[in-house]
């Protein structure tokens, strides 16, 4: 019985306690968003190992260390679809040389164009464009699509007798990729209660990511430009041209001022 309280005894337990804690912890936080959560993770586990070790928690470190070891298989498990872009943007990027620009501008016209026509027929349209962050954990795809942005292809998805019509089309890179998708609502109480649901959608995706949204108003024809939670309404066409095509190219376009709805 004495022995139970001996202190090697209680650091045992304790020790089994921790690594209990850790796959508790570490099931919750990877439940939820992926990429900066899973870098604190990591490096989180790296300092908690370094301390076990110097401790003597001798099931904690071999934990941590079996969990660290796999690290990079639980990387490439998680972001397989990213991964695969990347390589498949650094394999075209090499590959094609300037041809690519020429894509690019292909890819930029056939957008504008289909904005154009949506906006003279007061078509609402919602289309997000893709930079660098994923967004798969924030959107519920309707219909996967593999095709070149064309404004034919725009204006048949978003006739409204189109069954996809409602939701948004997500373009990444130089295709459609998706179409009908469902995006988080911005919960933000200070947006104008005159913005419909589209709108409200764009600021919500574009809150929580780095992606550029274009919006098409039914009510009003005018063309809307969203991105790091910040609307630009009635917006320049030159405008949405040089943030389209630098929002396709996957940079950054610099900080905006939010605009009235006129």
């Not at 906006?119 to 919602?126: C, K």
Request: hydrophobic share 45%.
């Amino acid at each position: 019985m004495v022995q139970l309280f001996d202190s090697v005894t209680l650091l045992a337990i304790f020790d089994k306690l921790l690594v209990a804690g850790l796959i508790y912890g570490c099931a919750l936080i990877l439940k939820k968003e992926a990429a900066f959560r899973l870098l604190a993770v990591l490096s989180f586990l790296i300092a908690a190992e370094f301390i076990s070790k110097t401790v003597g928690l001798t099931s904690t470190t071999s934990f941590l260390h079996l969990l660290l070891s796999s690290a990079p298989a639980i990387v490439a498990i998680i972001f397989q679809s990213d991964i695969k872009r990347a390589l498949f943007s650094f394999w075209k990027r090499h590959s094609t040389g300037e041809g690519e620009n020429a894509d690019v501008t292909t890819t930029v016209d056939e957008l504008s164009k289909g904005l154009h026509e949506l906006a003279e027929r007061r078509i609402g349209a919602l289309i997000v464009i893709i930079r660098q962050m994923s967004i798969d954990h924030l959107v519920q795809v309707g219909t996967e699509i593999d095709a070149k942005v064309t404004s034919e292809l725009l204006n048949s998805i978003f006739l409204p007798y189109s069954p996809i019509h409602d939701g948004a089309v997500i373009i990444h890179r130089e295709k459609i990729t998706s179409a009908g998708c469902i995006l988080p609502l911005s919960q933000n109480p200070d947006i104008a209660k005159s913005f419909g649901t589209r709108h409200r959608a764009a600021l919500g995706i574009s809150e929580q990511t780095d992606v550029l949204v274009l919006v098409v108003s039914e009510e009003t024809g005018k063309i809307s430009i969203v991105h790091e939670g910040k609307i630009t309404y009635d917006a320049d066409p030159a405008e949405i041209r040089r943030l389209s095509r630098k929002a396709i190219e996957g940079r950054r376009a610099p900080r905006v001022t939010a605009t009235p709805e006129h």
